[in-house]
């Protein structure tokens, strides 16, 4: 779970229902003050939200990028049905395609960017675009991503709320994770009770077959690399493999080996973990600027 530092919008931004063909999401967006060089559509990961990127709305919009953060199906103030089908990745890839499609301005670059699930969220609407023609990004990056499922014992607690789901209220399971952290971790790392509050909000409005149905697929995902490296290549489309020094979700290791074998730059941000978009925005929001006016 990424924890946002703060919660207060810049002046840059704010709070809007985007619409598209496949129905409205909640999302952030953030405008450039001068000439806007680029828009970029920034899908957050499991149990995440669009809050996950606010650091990243006020460097990123100077740097003269429209930047809209999104809500996925079935995450915080987007909502969606309990039907668990409506979840699995390909449903959740045609969402973004969608929302590539609303965020279409005439000849603006559009960017794509995947955090954590979000990723190989991305990296379906990538391949499923692909197989229809020319593709609508400019770029593509995987943030803190993998190639296929995510790290055994990571896998192992994802197992273990999968299973509770259907006998527990997501309520009973917050405060259950509570007790389970009372204590450990780093006390000057703990978030503002402004923020607690917000994680608090935000895990109990998850629909809860969302969490079963992405949770089964971080467990189990294939590897597609190699489909997404011929893709990529055919379209020239570029991409950028994003992490911190340490990630719980797929080894750093194994992310690097994944850039290499998509061709891909690679940044590895300093003094981060799994979520540099919050743990170091400035340093994440330059090798993205940076990477954007290369592509």
């Known amino acids: 779970m990424s924890t946002p530092p703060f919660l207060t919008l810049p002046s840059c931004a704010h709070a809007l229902r985007l619409p598209t063909a496949r129905g409205g999401f909640a999302a952030l967006r953030a405008e450039p003050a001068g000439a806007v060089r680029g828009s970029v559509l920034l899908v957050p990961g499991f149990t995440g939200s669009k809050e996950d990127f606010i650091a990243l709305l006020e460097p990123l919009a100077a740097a003269g990028y429209r930047v809209t953060a999104v809500d996925q199906r079935g995450q915080h103030e987007t909502g969606g049905p309990d039907d668990p089908g409506a979840y699995a990745v390909g449903e959740l890839g045609a969402d973004v395609r969608a929302l590539s499609e609303a965020l279409a301005d005439g000849d603006t670059p559009l960017h794509l960017l995947g955090h954590s699930f979000g990723g190989q969220v991305v990296r379906e609407a990538v391949l499923t675009a692909a197989a229809d023609g020319p593709l609508p990004w400019r770029s593509l ?10 790290e055994p014992s990571e896998a192992a607690r994802t197992k273990l709320l999968i299973d509770v789901l259907p006998t527990m209220s997501l309520e009973e399971i917050w405060q ?8 450990s971790g780093d006390p000057a790392r703990r978030p503002s009770a402004e923020v607690a509050r917000f994680l608090h909000q935000r895990w109990v409005a998850n629909v809860p077959q969302s969490l079963a149905t992405t949770g089964g697929h971080l467990i189990a995902a294939p590897d597609r690399v190699e489909e997404l490296a011929a893709a990529t290549a055919a379209a020239a ?3 950028l493999v994003l992490s911190g ?4 979700a797929w080894p750093v290791p194994e992310q690097t080996a994944m850039a290499l074998r998509l061709g891909a730059e690679r940044v590895v941000v300093e003094d981060a973990g799994h979520s540099p978009n919050a743990e170091q925005p400035a340093a994440t929001a330059a090798a993205l600027a940076g990477f954007w006016a290369r592509s």
């Open 141 to 150: 990056t995987l943030m803190s991503t993998g190639p296929g499922a995510i």
């Open 245 to 248: 020094v340490r990630d719980y």
């Open 237 to 239: 489309l570029p991409v």
């Open 176 to 183: 259950v994770l509570q007790q389970m952290e009372e204590g």
